[in-house]
């Protein structure tokens, strides 16, 4: 995945005239990378290697302003289908449940909706 981003990003810069933003794309990759990480660590395996690996491509391919949001979003579709799943004893609480495909929902969201996201969150809480 970390190499179709980056040739996912150079015909946008040869082709379209557009930055591809490179730093900001490193630093998301290591910022959401870290962020999983020291989750891993402090919940001693809660969250899996292939977590962190994903949601740092992801991060590398957003920016780090929709990177926070993706892992926010993220852990907020976790929550909700975590609760329906102990709720309905779908899954019981020492049953793992996997984090990967809210991290990749939540990635379709930000792609499609993250501009319109953002911009109700900073209307409707800061302004």
């Not at 899996?48 to 926010?72: A, S, W």
């Not at 984090?99 to 969150?121: D, K, Q, R």
Request: charged share 10%; glycine share 12%; with cysteine.
């Amino acid at each position: 995945m970390f190499i179709s981003a980056i040739i996912y990003k150079l015909p946008q810069f040869i082709l379209y005239d557009t930055s591809p933003n490179i730093i900001n794309s490193i630093l998301a990759l290591i910022i959401s990378s870290g962020i999983f990480l020291i989750i891993a660590i402090i919940s001693k395996g809660g969250i899996g290697g292939g977590d962190i690996k994903l949601i740092g491509v992801l991060g590398f391919i957003l920016g780090i302003k929709f990177t926070l949001l993706n892992i926010f979003l993220s852990f907020i579709l976790g929550a909700i289908i975590s609760i329906f799943l102990l709720l309905f004893k779908i899954k019981g609480k020492k049953d793992p449940i996997p984090f990967g495909p809210f991290i990749c929902i939540a990635f379709m969201i930000v792609t499609l909706w993250g501009e319109e996201i953002i911009g109700w969150y900073i209307q409707t809480f800061i302004l």
